[in-house]
């Protein structure tokens, strides 16, 4: 995911030789950052949060007890990419589901076409079913043509019953009702699918909004395209301003991101990263793990 980026940061922290690191120095070794930082997608808000922290961590320091100086930088750099990832915080759904107490519990998914939401959704349907939790799904996505045959292939693959109306019915209705179904069944979880037209669409907030004003959901999860870059961060902030985000899958892991994506959104929106997506298989659903993260930077 970060191959990369790790290779760039080797090569920079490879010809470091200095005892002490001057200003003038750390900005020519943080020039070089930056440009591979924003290469692998890394937003120049989050650039400027390390840069800051690298420079309080580093200016001045004296390297004479270090046999290998550059071993500080990169120390000082895994410190804080760390503590943006752990800025954000982390969340184990199904604990948090089976202590929350609430019946149904009740999840709307958020994220434009493309990203893979609706697959998403039944991986997490799957996920908690295997753990012995009863779902029910709910097609919420009453604009996008092909989306309600989808969930209900995905809803009859899984053997989870999948609440529907015609297109063009209004969705809020339709995950109000799946949550009427949910409860008068004694059923553990609903998941809500929304549609995803482009996300600075007005209409499609305004119906995002009254889906959550409705259903009040328990949790709200934003998912994102790791290989879409700079367009995940926007996005990020354009849900959790309109909506409001709770939690963050990221898909298509396994593809060529680059992965800084990552980074920005756990900055941006400080919620926790659940899940990333890594194929098309039910089970390509994985807990995220920051060391994972760390292990694919510096190796």
Same mark, same amino acid.
């Given at each position: 995911?970060? %191959?990369? &980026?790790?290779?760039?940061?080797?090569?920079i922290l490879n010809s470091?030789?200095?005892? +002490?690191?001057?200003? %003038?120095?750390?900005? %020519?070794?943080?020039?070089d950052l930056e440009i591979l930082l924003l290469q692998n997608d890394v937003s120049l808000e989050v650039i400027e949060e390390i840069k800051t922290n690298l420079e309080k961590n580093l200016m001045g320091r004296e390297y004479k007890r270090f046999s290998d100086p550059s071993s500080l930088v990169v120390n000082s750099l895994k410190e804080v990419i760390e503590d943006i990832l752990d800025s954000a915080g982390s969340i184990d759904l199904i604990s948090l589901i089976r202590r929350s107490g609430r019946r149904p519990y009740k999840i709307v998914f958020l994220g434009v076409n493309g990203v893979g939401k609706t697959t998403t959704i039944a991986k997490v349907a799957w996920l908690l079913k295997k753990t012995g939790f009863r779902v029910v799904l709910a097609c919420s996505d009453t604009f996008r043509a092909g989306a309600i045959e989808q969930l209900r292939e995905w809803g009859s693959r899984l053997g989870i019953k999948v609440i529907t109306?015609?297109?063009?019915?209004?969705?809020?209705?339709?995950?109000?009702?799946?949550? &009427?179904?949910? %409860?008068? +069944?004694? &059923?553990?979880?609903?998941?809500?699918?929304?549609a995803g037209r482009q996300h600075t669409n007005v209409n499609l907030m305004e119906e995002l909004r009254k889906i959550v004003e409705v259903v009040d959901p328990d949790m709200r999860i934003l998912v994102l395209d790791s290989l879409t870059g700079q367009d995940a961060y926007y996005q990020a902030l354009e849900?959790?301003?309109?909506?409001?985000?709770?939690g963050v899958i990221f898909t298509k892991v396994d593809g060529d991101a680059k992965g800084g994506s990552i980074l920005t959104v756990a900055y941006?929106?400080?919620?926790?990263i659940l899940y990333i997506g890594v194929g098309q298989g039910l089970d390509d659903l994985l807990v995220f793990n920051k060391d994972i993260v760390i292990k694919n930077i510096f190796g």
């Open positions: 995911m970060f %191959e990369n &980026l790790r290779k760039g940061i080797s090569q470091i030789k200095y005892r +002490r690191l001057s200003r %003038e120095e750390f900005e %020519e070794i943080f020039s109306q015609q297109y063009g019915a209004d969705p809020a209705a339709v995950a109000y009702d799946a949550v &009427l179904h949910a %409860e008068s +069944r004694g &059923l553990d979880a609903v998941l809500i699918d929304t849900f959790s301003e309109k909506v409001g985000v709770d941006v929106l400080r919620k926790p």
